[in-house]
């Protein structure tokens, strides 16, 4: 299966900045990423769709503003946290779907954010 | 809306099948049917889909009940490494269509 990588696999900041998660795809190009956000003990609730070189589309509920996505190349995506608050730490984890479209999403290993 | 439903959780003995129950009642004729699986502390990984017939694969089988109102997961000898969180999904298999997440079950594995 695809590889995909995020950067950082954990981090702990204060509350008021801002942080930036990668997430990278290794072996393939994609052109639609998806953001999901997982709090303790419960599901993946999806956060955003964006497709390569175009803005992203937020689900409902979800600030666009507070969790800027860059999606600027095929193998590359960030979301930045900004003005993080504690109830912004959570699991967050990206996936891909490749190229040619598949049947399978491929989800990176998760980046744990904790608001302090 | 996951619009699946599946047991919150289920314990296996070691070395044994695992079947994994899945309902999705309200499933139209183009829905798929996907199996993912979560480990403690990482992402999701695809296990496996399909839309009517019953699929194998190196990982598992999945079992589609003819009028497609049910499924089953079944690992065929599990092992310790298999415990983890199972997450069944219906959707449309266009490729770019976003999955949600159920709470799925989660599968503890007994040595």
């Known amino acids: 299966g695809a590889v995909v990588s995020q950067h950082p696999s954990w981090v702990i900041c204060k509350s008021g900045t801002s942080v930036k998660i990668e997430c990278r795809s290794l072996?393939?190009?994609?052109?639609?990423m998806f953001w999901y956000r997982q709090f303790p003990k419960q599901s993946l609730m999806l956060m955003a769709t964006?497709?390569?070189?175009?803005?992203?589309?937020?689900e409902q509920g979800v600030e666009k503003d507070k969790f800027l996505i860059n999606h600027a190349s095929l193998t590359l995506s960030t979301l930045t946290v900004t003005s993080a608050h504690p109830e912004d730490s959570s699991f967050y984890i990206c996936?891909?779907?490749?190229?040619?479209?598949?049947?399978?999403?491929?989800f990176g290993p998760g980046t744990r954010l904790t608001v302090t | 809306d996951a619009k699946t439903t599946q047991p919150n959780s289920m314990e296996s003995n070691e070395e044994e099948p695992v079947h994994l129950p899945c309902n999705h009642s309200?499933?139209?004729?183009?829905?798929?049917i996907h199996w993912y699986r979560q480990l403690p502390s990482q992402g999701p990984e695809y296990v496996i889909h399909g839309l009517t017939s019953n699929v194998n694969n190196r990982m598992a089988s999945l079992a589609i009940a003819e009028d497609r109102k049910s499924s089953t997961l079944i690992l065929h000898r599990a092992t310790l490494r298999d415990a983890a969180v199972y997450y069944c999904?219906?959707?449309?298999?266009?490729?770019?269509?976003?999955?949600?997440f159920g709470t799925g079950t989660r599968l503890t594995i007994i040595p």
């Open positions: 072996d393939f190009q994609a052109t639609t």
């Open positions: 309200t499933i139209s004729g183009t829905d798929y």
């Open positions: 999904i219906r959707n449309v298999n266009f490729g770019n269509e976003k999955l949600t």
């Open positions: 996936s891909y779907m490749g190229l040619p479209q598949t049947y399978e999403q491929y």
């Open positions: 964006s497709n390569e070189g175009s803005k992203a589309t937020y």
